[in-house]
């Protein structure tokens, strides 16, 4: 094992700042998202959004980026990760992967209005997966496992131990990217945005990252 998150650490992680925002954040209005990152850590994994005056939310964003540790995933790497999915509208939770300007996998990205759907994309080669879970195991409020394989000619995406999707096209050899967790907030354009000012949240309850 390479990687164990702990989500109140700084030493792991910087809260709040990352370079897939313009000008490092806080807002990032031309992804379609009601975000405004927050300078906040995140004990026990728990990721939140809650509603400001302005019509914003203040966001959960933690990335290993300018991090004291500096992890960076590589090709090989197996990231596995226990994470329960939120319940409420334009809840967009995920776990993606990005340097200089790009490099982005997408471990995962979830929206409550798609309830059985998982995203799953590969930006470093192209590819994507929008994969319907056949099981009822993916739900709002649902735990599931999580793991991502990222392979140099394949990367691979599995949910409770059961592969989803191989997407055939990999990262190459020499890939490296920093990692990103967080909760993003829907602007209504591609999905709805929150029906009233309630927080939203998703958890975290575990991520490792191994390399062979």
Partial sequence: MVFEAAFDSPQQWVAGRSSAYPGMGPTNRGDHKLDHLTPRYCPGGKFTAVHRPDGLWDTDLLTTENSPGG?????????????????????????????????????????????????????????????????????????????????????????????????????????????????????????????GTDPLSWTCHSLTVTRP
């Fill in 71 to 195: 992890f960076q995933l590589r090709t090989g790497d197996v990231l596995r990760a226990r994470i329960t999915l939120p319940t409420g509208a334009g809840a967009w939770p995920a776990i993606w992967t990005w340097r200089d300007g790009g490099n982005e996998i997408d471990a995962f990205e979830y929206h409550p209005d798609h309830p059985s759907l998982l995203e799953f994309s590969n930006h470093v080669r192209g590819g994507y997966r929008y994969w319907t879970d056949p099981t009822g195991a993916v739900a709002p409020g649902a735990t599931v496992n999580l793991t991502v394989e990222f392979g140099s000619r394949s990367v691979r995406w599995s949910v409770n131990g059961t592969l989803a999707h191989a997407d055939g096209r990999g990262v190459g050899p020499f890939w490296h990217a920093y990692l990103i967790v967080n909760l993003s907030v829907s602007d209504g354009t591609y999905h709805p945005k929150p029906t």
